[in-house]
């Protein structure tokens, strides 16, 4: 079992930037890949962006080129950086882990809110 908590959610203008952190209960040496999603009010939750054990990244067009994944094993901890942030990046956002036995946990999550 690994429990997930997110921190670091608040509210910013346009352009700003939020660093968003998750950390584990568990060893993230443990754990194969650690994403964020996000969800906004009304629609489905959306994938952001992974970490792999080996390090490895992959994003979301949205969140290309804006945010960046990083993961630090000897914390147990994901973090999210976000910049130039939108209001369309308005969302719940959550952390979610595979562990290497295949089990999924999520996080409870953590409200980012833009403004214009």
């Known amino acids: 079992q690994v429990e997930l908590v997110e921190s670091g959610g608040g509210l910013v203008q346009a352009g700003g930037s939020l660093r968003l952190s998750c950390a584990a209960s568990?060893?993230?040496?443990?754990?194969?890949?650690m994403d964020w999603y996000r969800q906004a009010p009304g629609k489905q939750r959306e994938f952001v962006a992974r970490?792999?054990?080996?390090?490895?990244?992959n994003y979301a067009d949205s969140a290309k080129g804006r945010f960046t994944i990083s993961r630090d094993n000897a914390e147990n901890t994901v973090d999210l950086q976000m910049n130039s942030l939108k209001p369309e990046d308005t969302a719940v956002y959550y952390c979610?882990?595979?562990?290497?036995?295949?089990?999924?946990?999520w996080g409870q999550g953590t409200q980012v809110t833009v403004s214009s």
């Open positions: 979610s882990a595979y562990d290497y036995g295949g089990s999924l946990y």
């Open positions: 568990r060893s993230t040496f443990r754990i194969n890949t």
């Open positions: 970490i792999s054990g080996d390090g490895s990244t």
